[in-house]
């Protein structure tokens, strides 16, 4: 009588997953005053209700801000910060429901 011998190998299902290379964020604006802020607006209602406000507000203590108004999904894209980097000095990102 002969062995059959039944030889199993066990794998990882999860795989490997490199990581992206880490890098630190842009220095925080110290002053608003003569700044261009972009509003980051997903079309949620309620948010622009109070991007109003804030844009009332913001005139009232830096009137020399300006604001720009920018619309897109949930998840910024590359190619929008890309092109907003010419027209904003800063931006509020906001989540309105």
């Known amino acids: 009588m002969s062995e ?8 990882n299902p999860r795989g490997v997953i490199e990581a992206k290379p880490v890098s630190a ?3 925080r604006v110290t002053d608003l005053a003569g700044k261009r802020v972009g509003l980051y607006w997903n079309n949620k209602p309620g948010l622009d209700n109070f991007y109003k406000v804030f844009e009332e507000l913001l005139k009232e ?5 300006t604001t720009t108004w920018l619309r897109g999904a949930f998840l910024i894209r590359d190619d929008d ?3 907003w980097l010419p027209e904003i000095d800063t931006f509020v990102y906001g989540v309105g429901d």
């Not at 059959?4 to 794998?11: A, D, F, I, Q, Y």
């Not at 203590?61 to 801000?65: E, I, K, Q």
């Open 25 to 27: 964020p842009n220095p």
């Open 4 to 11: 059959n011998k039944v030889e199993l190998k066990l794998l």
């Open 61 to 65: 203590r830096y009137p020399t801000a």
């Open 81 to 83: 910060a890309e092109a």
